[in-house]
């Protein structure tokens, strides 16, 4: 079925040529290659010292811009710049530099470039989208398959939902997207007052933007402009189109996937993965969130304002039981009756508190559930493996001390008694836990991030085994184009955790994330599609819970530490939403896991 709105594409005006910014040196005007006030009035004028990346400094005029620095530095970098780091913040090319600090470029090969392109990208679809089909709108969904999902509606979404798209809808998107990106058109930011700002986007008909930003509040608020269009976004965007090549659509009915390339390789698209499961899980999730009405920020921050936010968290946390509820039938009702269930998923997705819940719906289908986590069979500190950075590597499958671990599980399934052992994760050494046995009715129950890798049992035949995967994979959109990452969900979480539970500030956590992606990107993500079933641990309402617990312990990264840009960016993303109170979240609920006060024991 072909989309119902196919309009003609309209004559666009022509972009208007942008200028080059001019190189400025100490011996230069401002940052515009004027004489300076100070200079027209016979005073010296003010200069601010630059470190470069090189470990080089420089002297420059106050209002030199970003770009003009890297002009005249004739900084290289493998890859095109779109941003720049100015004190430890990510900031635009145009900036005025009135301050001395460290400025380095930010290219697409870096992780805060492939933000801002697949942002900027994003930009460019809703662009193209509007300019092919007037009066249809784009509403960016989901991640996968190294890309975005995403559906076009028109004003009766809720009721019909979305448009459905041939492949020649698909291929004439791509092909404006890719006349814009030929184009290199300008993206131009404006800052404005709320008051002008809710115009801007009420004149535009985004009247999400309108009620989140009535609620944010904020006493300025950045504007987008692209070819006569406007938007929001929470983060920088590229200075201009041309620095987006790498991408592609995918069809995928009802609507599409938006692939944009990784930061360790920004200039190639990585392979496709199976999405089937995955898909079905993200289908689901849409359906119920059409049905209840919740797809935003600024809906649930309706919600909150209403005062009827504990049923909102009810209603959630009773979708997640009958999720739980269904594998239990599932893995109960077997045709091969599995022995062994294998539950994995990336860090913070709450998989010790989804293996309790589902024990108890195994134990109300007569089945005796004996739970081990992976953890606990980690190898002493002093033989834990380091990543290519020299860096303790817990995500590595070698952290696990494998070969005791397939001992235990012989055992076990030969009826005979083992004993497990326990890591105490302050000593860094395992020691001797407590003895287990199986009965009849028992079924072994392993947690880790490893438990879908086929090395991890390679004797057990896979009809014995059955195969969990648990992620938060799907939130709440902040508005139609700004999509909550599934893993900053994860980071704040952990960034939660790791305060309460295990002595590590924001700082610690924030450092230490990006060597747990590799290892999720090596050890986890390229077998979630060997799941027998995949659990999306995903609250709509969480991040309202967490908020309160994230941003006073985020607010203590210092503005020297090159983690203050991530910092920073977290915290902006966090004032989105209103706060709900931690006594509303049930103490049954994995939520309990990050922020204390659980019916559960860890």
Same mark, same amino acid.
């Given at each position: 079925?072909?989309?119902?709105?196919?309009?003609?594409?309209?004559?666009?005006k022509?972009?208007?040529?942008?200028?080059?910014?001019?190189?400025?040196?100490p011996s230069?005007?401002?940052?515009?290659?004027?004489?300076?006030?100070?200079?027209?009035?016979?005073?010296?004028?003010?200069?601010?010292?630059?470190?470069?990346?090189?470990?080089?400094?420089?002297?420059?005029?106050?209002?030199? %811009?970003?770009?003009?620095? =890297?002009t +005249?530095?004739?900084?290289? *970098?493998?890859?095109? !710049?779109? /941003? $720049?780091?100015?004190?430890n913040?990510?900031?635009?090319?145009?900036?005025?530099l009135?301050?001395?600090?460290p400025?380095?470029?930010?290219?697409?090969? %870096?992780?805060?470039?492939? =933000?801002? +392109?697949?942002?900027?990208? *994003?930009?460019?679809? !809703?662009? /193209? $989208?509007?300019?092919?089909?007037?009066?249809v709108?784009?509403?960016?969904?989901?991640?996968?398959?190294?890309?975005?999902y995403?559906?076009?509606?028109?004003?009766?979404y809720?009721?019909?939902?979305?448009?459905?798209?041939?492949?020649?809808d698909?291929?004439?998107?791509?092909?404006?997207?890719?006349?814009?990106?030929?184009?290199?058109?300008?993206?131009?930011?404006?800052?404005?007052p709320?008051?002008?700002?809710?115009?801007?986007?009420?004149?535009?008909?985004?009247?999400?933007?309108?009620?989140?930003?009535?609620?944010?509040?904020?006493?300025?608020?950045?504007?987008?402009?692209?070819?006569?269009?406007?938007?929001h976004?929470?983060?920088?965007?590229?200075?201009?189109?041309?620095?987006?090549?790498?991408?592609?659509?995918?069809?995928?009915?009802?609507?599409?996937?938006?692939?944009?390339?990784?930061?360790?390789?920004?200039?190639?698209?990585?392979?496709?993965?199976?999405?089937?499961?995955?898909?079905?899980?993200?289908?689901?999730?849409?359906?119920?969130?059409?049905?209840?009405?919740?797809?935003?920020?600024?809906?649930?921050?309706?919600?909150?304002?209403?005062?009827?936010?504990?049923?909102?968290v009810?209603?959630?946390?009773?979708?997640?039981?009958?999720?739980?509820?269904?594998?239990?039938?599932?893995?109960?009702?077997?045709?091969?009756?599995p022995?062994?269930?294998?539950?994995?998923?990336?860090?913070?997705?709450g998989?010790?508190?989804?293996?309790?819940?589902?024990?108890?719906?195994?134990?109300?289908?007569?089945?005796k559930?004996?739970?081990?986590?992976?953890?606990?069979?980690?190898?002493?500190?002093?033989?834990?493996?380091?990543?290519?950075?020299?860096?303790?590597?817990?995500?590595?499958?070698?952290?696990?001390?494998?070969?005791?671990?397939?001992?235990?599980?012989?055992?076990?399934?030969?009826?005979?008694k083992?004993?497990?052992?326990?890591?105490?994760?302050?000593?860094?050494?395992?020691?001797?836990?407590?003895?287990?046995?199986l009965?009849?009715?028992?079924?072994?129950?392993?947690?880790?991030?490893?438990?879908?890798?086929?090395?991890?049992?390679?004797?057990?035949?896979?009809?014995?085994?059955?195969?969990?995967?648990a992620?938060?994979?799907?939130?709440?959109?902040?508005?139609?184009?700004?999509?909550?990452?599934?893993?900053?969900?994860?980071?704040?979480?952990?960034i939660?955790?790791?305060?309460?539970?295990?002595?590590?500030?924001?700082?610690?956590?924030?450092?230490?994330?990006?060597?747990?992606?590799?290892?999720?990107?090596?050890?986890?993500?390229?077998?979630?599609?060997?799941?027998?079933?995949?659990?999306?641990?995903?609250?709509?309402?969480?991040?309202?819970?967490?908020?309160?617990?994230?941003?006073?312990?985020?607010?203590?990264?210092k503005?020297?530490?090159?983690?203050?840009?991530?910092?920073?960016?977290?915290?902006?993303?966090?004032?989105?939403?209103?706060?709900?109170?931690s006594?509303y979240?049930?103490?049954?609920?994995?939520?309990?896991?990050?922020?204390?006060?659980?019916?559960?024991?860890?």
């Open positions: 079925m072909t989309a119902r709105r196919t309009g003609k594409s309209r004559e666009m022509k972009s208007r040529k942008r200028q080059n910014p001019t190189a400025t040196g230069r005007g401002n940052g515009n290659g004027h004489a300076g006030a100070a200079e027209e009035a016979g005073k010296a004028p003010k200069m601010v010292t630059i470190s470069l990346p090189d470990g080089t400094k420089r002297k420059f005029r106050a209002g030199t %811009t970003a770009q003009q620095v =890297l +005249a530095t004739q900084t290289v *970098t493998p890859h095109p !710049v779109v /941003a $720049v780091r100015f004190r913040k990510v900031t635009s090319l145009s900036r005025s009135d301050r001395s600090g400025v380095a470029p930010v290219h697409l090969g %870096t992780r805060d470039g492939a =933000l801002i +392109a697949r942002r900027s990208l *994003t930009f460019v679809l !809703v662009a /193209a $989208v509007q300019e092919l089909f007037p009066g709108e784009v509403y960016i969904n989901h991640s996968m398959d190294h890309g975005y995403a559906e076009l509606y028109c004003d009766d809720r009721k019909d939902g979305p448009l459905g798209l041939s492949q020649a698909v291929n004439n998107i791509e092909g404006r997207m890719r006349e814009i990106i030929a184009a290199d058109d300008p993206i131009e930011r404006s800052s404005h709320l008051k002008d700002a809710l115009k801007i986007f009420g004149d535009a008909g985004m009247n999400e933007k309108v009620r989140l930003l009535e609620y944010m509040a904020p006493k300025a608020v950045s504007v987008y402009r692209l070819r006569g269009h406007v938007n976004f929470y983060g920088q965007l590229a200075p201009s189109t041309g620095a987006l090549k790498t991408f592609e659509l995918e069809r995928l009915e009802p609507g599409f996937i938006l692939r944009f390339p990784r930061s360790n390789n920004p200039e190639e698209l990585p392979p496709r993965q199976n999405i089937e499961k995955m898909a079905g899980v993200m289908h689901e999730y849409e359906r119920w969130m059409r049905i209840l009405q919740w797809r935003t920020v600024a809906q649930l921050n309706d919600i909150i304002a209403s005062g009827q936010v504990r049923e909102y009810l209603i959630a946390e009773a979708l997640h039981e009958k999720r739980l509820a269904q594998i239990a039938d599932m893995i109960t009702n077997h045709e091969q009756q022995k062994i269930v294998l539950l994995a998923g990336p860090s913070s997705s998989k010790t508190t989804t293996i309790k819940r589902l024990a108890i719906q195994l134990r109300v289908n007569g089945r559930p004996v739970v081990i986590g992976l953890d606990d069979f980690f190898v002493d500190r002093d033989r834990t493996p380091r990543d290519e950075h020299g860096e303790l590597d817990f995500e590595s499958f070698h952290a696990i001390d494998v070969a005791r671990l397939q001992k235990c599980v012989r055992e076990l399934m030969s009826g005979r083992t004993r497990i052992p326990k890591f105490d994760f302050k000593a860094g050494r395992s020691v001797d836990g407590e003895e287990l046995q009965e009849d009715n028992s079924l072994l129950i392993l947690e880790g991030i490893h438990g879908l890798n086929d090395q991890l049992l390679p004797t057990i035949p896979d009809g014995m085994k059955f195969k969990i995967y992620s938060p994979l799907t939130h709440l959109n902040v508005d139609d184009h700004n999509r909550i990452s599934s893993a900053d969900a994860r980071l704040i979480r952990r939660v955790r790791d305060n309460n539970y295990r002595g590590h500030d924001a700082l610690a956590t924030i450092m230490r994330w990006p060597s747990v992606r590799r290892g999720e990107e090596r050890n986890i993500f390229p077998y979630q599609h060997c799941a027998d079933v995949i659990f999306n641990s995903a609250l709509p309402y969480e991040l309202s819970a967490l908020k309160q617990f994230a941003i006073p312990v985020l607010k203590k990264v503005a020297s530490h090159p983690e203050y840009a991530e910092a920073a960016r977290l915290i902006k993303f966090l004032s989105y939403f209103r706060d709900i109170r006594d979240v049930p103490r049954h609920s994995l939520l309990r896991e990050f922020i204390g006060g659980s019916c559960f024991t860890y």
